[in-house]
Every structure is written in structure tokens, then in C-alpha cells.
């Protein structure tokens, strides 16, 4: 089938080429086609018998017809480089493999978040495994935040650990390592996020392939990552010393899930080693590989979250995710941690139920900030402002990001969260592209309007007295409103290919499914149906729109527009006249067979 739109205003069969003329769209963002070879593209399509709609995404996102085939069959075979390729990795399991033949008790600290709780069950998974005994600390994120601290390792040490393994953190922790060290400790950091300087002089390894010496290249790899990583070179390690002569060797690619799960909620770039790890997890979480041995938590989760259809990126960042971030963020996430290593079916049901009931508490605790911030806004006028800083008493600190960016997806414009706790604030901030958020906020800090802060140009986070908050709100707007003003007069929406109706369906969605997975680095495909009109539209769940557009010829669509009831999108979409769409085609798994859904990003008036 030819899913193409084809330019039936010139009277050709050819695919669209240029879109046509049309109003403002809700987004006020400039459409147009994302830019791609099209030689490349045909040779593609002809070389390895590809739909052209295949190929063409493809071409767009630089893949020619000599890589194609191993592009869309990503392999470890193919793409795992030599875990020793990270600095500092052979060190670090020189230090782990003496543990393990020693029979030492090996001390793992993670994080509260979803790649710090999976890179610190996958190395206790490990360790299980192989006979290794280990134990597992995980900070509280209210009483004691991010990072190692001196009195952490020091229980860790008195449970037994004579060499304690970082994970998503402890990069820039140079006082409680060198503690430690003064008290005899060995730490190994598994970490990647950015140095500024040299790594903590008393670690006996610091793995990071964000440090400033490390030649590696795999800086989308995130702390789940970088311990599977770590996981391989160890094994190896074992192996060359024999030590399975007289035991099973584990199968390490039933780690993979957890490390997929880990790279996309931390949001990594989609590319090289990453989209590898991440294809091949969703296979062992779908069932897929030979041999699948899946997480049995994450499978448990999964059908308590809904999941259906293949395993994919979109369930691992919006179904399993968020119920694993709830834990670290208004529970513990020691209970996410359980799920991902108990062998005991019961509490794995058990914790299952838990997370799915603390992700509603979650969202409800969620929708109340959001809501007392938005009237914050509103009151004061703060839309007004380039950049809005809200802040109000008790907001919990757990849900600050979430609503952070809920409210820059509203605004168009930078948005913080300050949660207050008498004259003592913690907020979060996220950002729109083109705007360093992060640099801004270390700019504050210097200038001692914060009493810490630090992120990168998407996100960012603070602490920060209550009289200071005027300060802060002024000087980010000064600093940022030309920056912001030129994101928003750049800003545009890519669209993959102009497709006619009958490409939303199942087969077409499968189809676009074999470039995946998607994310950053590899956005997942937006296409535009043009010339279209709004047949029929209610609003269902928590104001989103569900419409049925028709073509000129009758043919009809199923779509679905998140969000949109009230808003430009949601007024476009029921204006009843001739429209351009844009957005994402589904599989429709309600209907079953091959239905689709379009899920709409954008629309447009038509003109002409």
C-alpha cells in the first residue's frame, strides 16, 4: 500500500514535497518536512525492499542503504565495544573481581530515582547470581537527597562492605570518599553525569564516560548503563580467572531489561550503544529473546500498569517509570528496589499493587500542587513574566519537576517550583529548547541568591530562602528573556512524511516501529493528514478530545488530542472547517485488527 499523500492539487501521484499554505497553528510553531536525501532514501527502499515511508525516515535521521540492515537489527554482537574502554573501568574490576574471590561483601549506594534503583539492581542481581554477597543502601530523598554521604558509607561499612560501588552518583562526592578511605573503604563510582573537575582523589576507580579524560565516546550511556557495562567487564574478568570452571555463568542480556528501563526514564540519547541496549531489553521484556528471562517485577508491574502490545519505549517511560519514580518520590525506593530483585512471587505481586497505589497518590498530590501553583500564577500575574517562579508553603518536593514541566508544556516559557518549608525552599525547573536553564541557575548560585543549585540547559534544580525568591524571579528574567525570545521565533514542528488516511492503522504503525525505539536523538516520526475536517468530537477522560476527522473523499480517522479540551488545539480541532493535522499513528488496541490512532500533536486551519 502507498501511504504517501500524494499531490493531488497538481494532479501527480508524487509524494508531497512542500506543505501546503495554512493559519497559525495551535502550537505556534513553524511545520515543516524534516530534510533528508532522497536518493539516499530511494536506494534505500530499492536496495533492501523497504516501504518508502520506511525509508525515507530513515535517510532523515542519517542512516544510508550500507547500514540499514544492521540499523534495523540492532545487536550486541554489532555494537558492544570493549567494556574497557572506560576510563578507570579495568581498575575498577581488578578492585570488584579481589572482592568476589575473597568472598568480601560488596556495598552497593544508589539513588531514588528510576536509573539509580535499576543500576543498583542490577549489580545486585549480579552478585546474587553468582554468590557474591552483597547489601544495598538507598538514600531517603526527603530526610537525607541526593548523593553519598560520610554516614552512609560508614553503615554500610559497619554491615561488612570493604569496597562500596557508587551508582548515579558520587562523581563530584570528594569529602565522603575520602572519608571513607581514611576509614579503609574502597569506592568505585559507576556515574555519568558531568565533571567540572578532577574525579574524587580517595576512589579506587571512578567510572564516568562523562569525565572530562574518559576517550570512550559513550556519553549517552546513563548509570544503568555504565553498570551494565561495568557487570560485563566483571564477568569477563571471572571468567579469565577460571572462576565458572566449577559454576554456571550467568546470562548477562537478562539484565538488559532493567538497563532499557534505566536509559529511557533518565532520558538518553536514543543513538549507537544506547538504542542497542534499549532494543534489546524491550525484546527480553517482551518476551522476544531466545532463552527470555525477563525482569519478573518489571513483568508483574507491567500487567498491573495495563501493558499491552509489544514491549516498547512508551511503556518503559510512561507505564513502569513513573510507578518505579513514585516510590523515590512520596514512598521509598527501597520498594521499587524489591520488586526489581525478590525471588518471592507473593511480595513481588504485593509491591506491584504498591507502586501502582503510590503512583495515584503520586498523581493526586500532583494535580494539588499543580493546581494551588496555577493559582498562584494566575493571582499574581506571573504568565506575564518571561520566566514564572511559583512557590507556596508544603508543596511536597517529591512532585515539584513533574509540575514544573506540566506548567512549561502550558506557558511555553521556563517554569520553577519552589516548595517552601517555612523560610527554607527546594525547587525544580525545567525549560524550553534553546534556553540554558541550568547555566542560569549556577549563575544565581555564584551570585549567592541560592544556597545551591546546579542542571543542565533542560532541567534544574535549587534550594533557596524565601526572601530570595524576588531575586531569583528578577534575574532570571533578565538573563534569559533574549534567549527565550529567540527560542520561541525558531521554534517549529518536523514532520516526517504528508501520509493519506489510510496509513493510520496498525500495519502502518508496526511499520514505523521497525526504525525504533524512539526518543531522544531519535524522535519518533510525526506525520501530517492535510485538507482534513472534524466529522465528530467529545471530550473524555481528564479534558482530552477524541475526534473522527474526514478527508475529501470521506475517508475517516480516529484521533485523539491529549489535553486539548479549552486550549488552541482543542478550538482548532472543533471549529468545524478544513484543517491540517499533525502527530504520532498508534495501533489501536481497543478496537483490535488493524485499527490506528492518530494522536495529535498540532493542527492547523487550511488556507487556500
Known sequence: MNYLAPQTAAGLEAPVIALPPMGTPASGRRWRLRETDAREAMAMAQALELDPVLARILAARGVTAQNAAQYLSPSLRDEMPDPFVLTDMERATNRLAAAVANGETIGVFGDYDVDGTTAAAILKLYCDWIGAPSIVYLPDRITEGYGPSAS???????QGAGVIVTVDCGASAQEPIEEAARDGVD??????????????????AVVNPNRPDDLSGLTNLS???????????LNRALREAGFFADRTEPNLTRLLDLTALGLVCDVMAITG???????????????ESKGSGANPGLIALGARAGMKGPASAYHLGFLLGPRINAAGRIGHARLAFELMTTNDPAKRLELAERLHVLNAERQEIEAQVQEAALRDIETHQRHSDDVIVTSGEGWHPGVIGIV??????????PVIVIGLDGADG????????????????????EEGVLTAGGGHA???GLSIEKSKIAALRNMLNERLSADIATARQNRTLDIDAAVAPGAVSRSFADLVAKAG????????PVFALLNMRPAQSKIVGKGHLSVTLKSDTGEPVRAIAFRAGGEPLGEILTSGGRLHVAGKIRADDWRGGDAGQLQISDAAPAQG
Open 458 to 460: 533542560m532541567a534544574a
Open 404 to 413: 514544573a514541566g506540566r506548567l512549561k508544556e502550558i506557558y511555553d516559557r
Open 187 to 204: 569506592i568505585v563510582v559507576f556515574d555519568h553525569h558531568l565533571m567540572s573537575g578532577p574525579p574524587p582523589a580517595g576512589a579506587a
Open 273 to 287: 550503544l544506547t538504542r542497542v541496549f534499549v532494543a534489546q531489553g524491550l525484546k527480553m521484556l517482551g518476551g
Open 223 to 233: 548509570a544503568a548503563g555504565v553498570a551494565f557495562m561495568g557487570v560485563v567487564a
Open 517 to 524: 525505539p524512539y526518543g531522544p536523538g531519535n524522535p519518533e
Open 152 to 158: 552512609a558509607f560508614k553503615a554500610l561499612h559497619a
Open 426 to 445: 527546594k525547587g525544580s525547573g525545567r525549560s524550553i529548547a534553546g534556553v540554558d536553564l541550568g547555566a542560569a541557575i549556577v549563575h544565581a548560585r
